[in-house]
């Protein structure tokens, strides 16, 4: 069984800049959480997606937007890069979404987003 | 708002010591807790979670910790350190929707 998966490992952007970070949810998984965590820090949620549907969002500007795909991966969009958006960007995939209970989530090694 | 606040963002042991790591959380409903583990340049990983049931919960490697809902707190504790177990641990908590909350991290080093 293939466990959730990032590309790229590194990323390196300037200012104002646009990037896509993708995730592989593992095999059976049909939801997909992005956090990113800055320098010395927890991570913080973004967004969430079920089923190619937005499914919560954190406290991220429009300019963070996302993507589910029918396979259930999923992309991380960032428009007008900012030095403020270097961070580590981690995907975590889980294999339900139901309203009262958990399920897991597994993490991928995570995307490192530097921004000059 | 549900909350996570982990007491000291580094924590020093020697090899063989015991080992504890604190966290409360705030929340207004029963929590979903876990603590996570992650190694330099590596990704999450679960060491324990409390959902419901009993308030002392075993994980991997040694690892346990107790729910005191009384004292809001939901401490990490290993009896005795390995070198292994230098790491950066996350206590977190889910939202009914499932999203994570995570706290600041503490990183723990471990000396020979």
């Known amino acids: 069984e293939t466990g959730v998966t990032q590309s790229p490992t590194h990323l390196i952007k300037t200012r104002g800049q646009q990037v896509t970070l993708r995730c592989s949810s593992q095999?059976?998984?049909?939801?997909v959480s992005w956090y990113q965590q800055a320098l010395g820090q927890g991570p913080q949620f973004i967004f969430q997606?079920?089923?190619?549907?937005?499914?919560g969002r954190g406290n991220f500007p429009p300019r963070f937007s996302g993507l589910q795909f029918p396979n259930y991966s999923s992309e991380l969009n960032v428009n007008a890069l900012e030095l403020d958006d270097s961070a580590l960007y981690l995907c975590?995939?889980?294999?339900?979404?139901?309203?009262?209970?958990?399920?897991?989530?597994?993490f991928g090694p995570g995307t490192r987003l530097t921004v000059l | 708002a549900q909350s996570v606040t982990q007491l000291g963002s580094h924590v020093s042991v020697s090899e063989g010591a015991l080992v504890l790591l604190r966290c409360n959380y705030s929340?207004?409903?029963?929590?979903?807790l876990f603590w996570y583990v992650q190694y330099p340049n590596q990704g999450l990983q679960l060491l324990l979670k409390?959902?419901?049931?009993?308030?002392l919960v075993k994980g991997i490697n040694g690892f346990e910790a107790e729910f005191k809902k009384s004292e809001t707190s939901f401490h990490l504790t290993k009896p005795s350190a390995h070198m292994s177990d230098a790491a950066e641990y996350f206590c977190?908590?889910?939202?009914?929707?499932?999203?994570?909350?995570f706290g600041q991290g503490t990183e723990l080093s471990v000396k020979p």
């Open positions: 975590a995939s889980s294999p339900a979404y139901g309203q009262g209970t958990y399920n897991e989530q597994f």
């Open positions: 409390y959902t419901t049931g009993a308030t």
């Open positions: 095999s059976g998984h049909n939801t």
């Open positions: 977190v908590m889910a939202n009914q929707g499932g999203k994570l909350i």
């Open positions: 997606y079920y089923r190619e549907e937005e499914n």
């Open positions: 929340s207004s409903v029963p929590p979903y």
